[in-house]
């Protein structure tokens, strides 16, 4: 493959928001949760006369003391936006895209996960004399134009090479390179600092290090990674410009598009082509657990809200998954196989508060997504339905989870009976061990309803399924 070079002549980085997120805290002791954020406890549940079922009181109940979980309230008060239509609290509304100023001030385009991605800039046009394309060559592939004079320098020049080109797939070894860079007037490039911007859930890291000449990245999850380099010449003067370099990373191994959902039919992650090794599939399932690895399908993969067991009478949460596909375990395979995380997983068009797609992820306390062997704390997955799950939870891409302080309650208002399906009863100390008792057995019959729609057990979301065993 022909190496890809990369150099970009910046006039300024586009600077991305921050994402949303609640303060860390730590376990009171070793039988009682605290709710995600430090608050109020999450099972602070409002009692059957004031939940109404009804979009707009239930949203004026969770802006007060009544609602189940607090962190409602926090998100609606600090949320930089809130999609009405879809229920979303990011800081731009999920898969959305808008125009930006690229580095080398060229009209580029971003897409929005939680955040704001990097501005990927356009081709290069060969009607002007800019670097359109910021790989710091201009009109490259056009013809000559006179006019077009390269401008004269006193710094280095900074210029990325990556050998596995710009489009590659997980898990595949980056090898960067800065031996392209010079310096001008005879001078030497002899001193490089490297940065990563990875999509969420990434733990790689240049090897052997930032400093390096020709570092190694593994790159570990799906998504737009960006790259960028300033150099400093022999005397100490710094390239005029940073360099930026975008790879997208494809999940890996590739696989043929299928559904993955039991009853052949996705709620989430609608695109096959787009996403073709995850699936959300709405369900209903009366076996408890989630996370455990004892939980397999008991009903031949026949659940599914479009399936013969669409009750969930006598099926497992991972009967909601096709043959050959499996209830994703943990963030990181989430992160490896959605190229944008949580975006996609709920359609734009989901009323707020609707659906959770929950995954098989250990967790000991504090909403805080941990190891296996961790405990079955929690329930975690994408959505819109659950507590926003800030970066200092240490759950990737993940955006969702449901988590409670009391016995035989999962703790969100809007997902239990008589609002929704999902239960987490259990004996003992059940609060700390959602994840192994979790059903959604609730609403047989059509016996719930919220904001005016009845709801059954396959309703209010299901479980995400990825593809291999």
């Given at each position: 493959m022909h190496a890809l070079k990369l150099a970009v002549l910046a006039c300024a980085v586009f600077a991305c928001s921050d994402p949303q997120s609640g303060q860390a805290v730590a376990a009171a002791d070793a039988t009682t949760e605290v709710d995600a954020f430090g608050a109020t406890p999450l099972d602070a549940k409002a009692p059957d006369s004031l939940a109404t079922?009804?979009?707009?009181?239930?949203?004026?109940?969770?802006?007060?003391?009544?609602?189940?979980?607090?962190?409602?309230?926090?998100?609606?008060?600090?949320?930089?936006?809130?999609?009405?239509?879809?229920?979303?609290?990011?800081a731009c509304k999920p898969l959305s895209v808008e125009a930006c100023v690229t580095a080398c001030g060229s009209a580029g385009k971003r897409t929005c996960l939680k955040d704001w991605g990097p501005c990927v800039p356009p081709l290069e046009w060969c009607g002007n004399c800019a670097d359109d394309d910021c790989n710091g060559l201009v009109n490259e592939g056009c013809p000559a134009n006179p006019k077009c004079a390269p401008p004269g320098k006193t710094c280095p020049t900074?210029?990325?090479?990556?050998?596995?080109?710009?489009?590659?797939?997980?898990?595949?070894?980056?090898?960067?390179?800065?031996?392209?860079?010079?310096?001008?007037?005879?001078?030497?490039?002899e001193k490089w600092a490297w940065?990563?911007?990875?999509?969420?859930?990434?733990?790689?890291?240049?090897?052997?290090?930032?400093?390096?000449?020709?570092?190694?990245?593994?790159?570990?999850?799906?998504?737009?990674?960006?790259l960028t380099l300033l150099v400093w010449d022999d005397k100490g003067v710094q390239s005029c410009a940073t360099a930026i370099a975008t790879v997208q990373v494809e999940p890996f191994p590739p696989v043929v598009a299928g559904n993955g959902c039991a009853d052949g039919n996705?709620?989430?992650?609608?695109?096959?082509?787009?996403?073709?090794?995850?699936?959300?599939?709405?369900?209903?399932?009366?076996?408890?657990?989630?996370?455990?690895?004892?939980?397999?399908?008991?009903?031949?993969?026949?659940?599914?809200?479009?399936?013969?067991?669409?009750?969930?009478k006598g099926c497992s949460s991972a009967d909601l998954c096709a043959t050959g596909w499996h209830v994703c375990k943990g963030w990181q395979e989430v992160a490896q196989k959605s190229p944008t995380g949580c975006a996609g997983a709920t359609p734009g068009d989901a009323?707020?508060?609707?659906?959770?797609?929950?995954?098989?992820?250990?967790?000991?306390?504090?909403?805080?997504?941990?190891?296996?062997?961790?405990?079955?704390?929690?329930?975690?997955?994408?959505?819109?339905?659950?507590?926003?799950?800030?970066?200092?939870?240490?759950?990737?891409?993940?955006?969702?989870?449901?988590?409670?302080?009391?016995?035989?309650?999962?703790?969100?208002?809007?997902?239990?009976?008589?609002?929704?399906?999902?239960?987490?009863?259990?004996?003992?100390?059940?609060?700390l061990n959602e994840g192994a008792n979790v059903t959604k057995m609730a609403c047989q019959g059509q016996s719930c309803s919220y904001d005016g729609v009845a709801l059954g057990p396959s309703d209010k979301g299901g479980v995400l399924c990825c593809a291999g065993l």
């Open positions: 079922g009804d979009a707009a009181t239930d949203a004026a109940l969770d802006l007060g003391q009544a609602d189940a979980e607090q962190d409602t309230a926090v998100d609606d008060a600090t949320a930089t936006q809130s999609d009405a239509k879809g229920g979303f609290n990011y900074a210029l990325i090479t990556i050998a596995e080109g710009g489009k590659v797939g997980t898990g595949t070894v980056l090898h960067l390179s800065a031996d392209g860079s010079f310096a001008p007037d005879g001078k030497k490039v940065t990563v911007a990875a999509p969420a859930g990434s733990t790689a890291k240049l090897q052997p290090d930032s400093s390096a000449k020709a570092p190694t990245l593994t790159v570990d999850v799906a998504g737009t990674w960006q996705r709620e989430g992650f609608l695109d096959t082509a787009q996403w073709p090794q995850i699936a959300a599939c709405s369900g209903a399932w009366d076996q408890p657990g989630l996370t455990p690895d004892s939980v397999k399908p008991t009903c031949g993969n026949q659940g599914g809200d479009d399936g013969a067991k669409a009750d969930g009323k707020p508060k609707s659906l959770l797609f929950a995954i098989r992820q250990p967790s000991a306390n504090g909403s805080v997504c941990g190891a296996w062997g961790d405990g079955f704390n929690d329930v975690f997955g994408c959505g819109n339905l659950g507590t926003a799950l800030g970066p200092d939870k240490n759950c990737g891409p993940l955006d969702r989870v449901i988590a409670s302080t009391k016995a035989n309650s999962c703790g969100f208002n809007e997902a239990e009976p008589n609002l929704g399906p999902w239960q987490c009863l259990g004996s003992g100390k059940s609060d």
